[in-house]
């Protein structure tokens, strides 16, 4: 079992930034592929950003430019450093992991409002 658990979210207004983390703890040597998601009211959960084992990252087309995704090995935490927000990056964003046996785990998710 892997237990995410995010914090860093908050209001902010446009153009503003903010760094959201994700630690995790039990069986994160499994772990492949970690990701950041976030879930709109109405809208569909949607993949932010990723980082592999490996260290390759892949971010959506909305994010690209704007958010960076990295990780601290020895703190077992993933961060999205987001700028220049936007009022549409306004949403639960949720922390996800998934091991190399295929156990997917989420955090609770912490709320973005990006707003004047």
């Known amino acids: 079992q892997v237990q995410l658990v995010e914090s860093g979210g908050g209001l902010v207004q446009p153009g503003g930034s903010l760094r959201l983390s994700c630690a995790a703890s039990?069986?994160?040597?499994?772990?492949?592929?970690m990701g950041w998601y976030r879930q709109a009211p109405g809208k569909q959960r949607e993949l932010v950003a990723s980082?592999?084992?490996?260290?390759?990252?892949n971010y959506a087309d909305s994010a690209k430019g704007r958010f960076t995704i990295s990780r601290d090995n020895v703190k077992n935490t993933v961060y999205l450093q987001m700028n220049s927000l936007k009022p549409d990056d306004t949403a639960v964003y949720y922390c996800?992991?998934?091991?190399?046996?295929?156990?997917?785990?989420w955090g609770q998710g912490t709320q973005v409002t990006v707003s004047s």
């Open positions: 980082i592999t084992r490996g260290g390759s990252t």
């Open positions: 039990g069986r994160i040597g499994s772990i492949s592929f």
């Open positions: 996800n992991s998934v091991t190399s046996y295929g156990l997917t785990s």
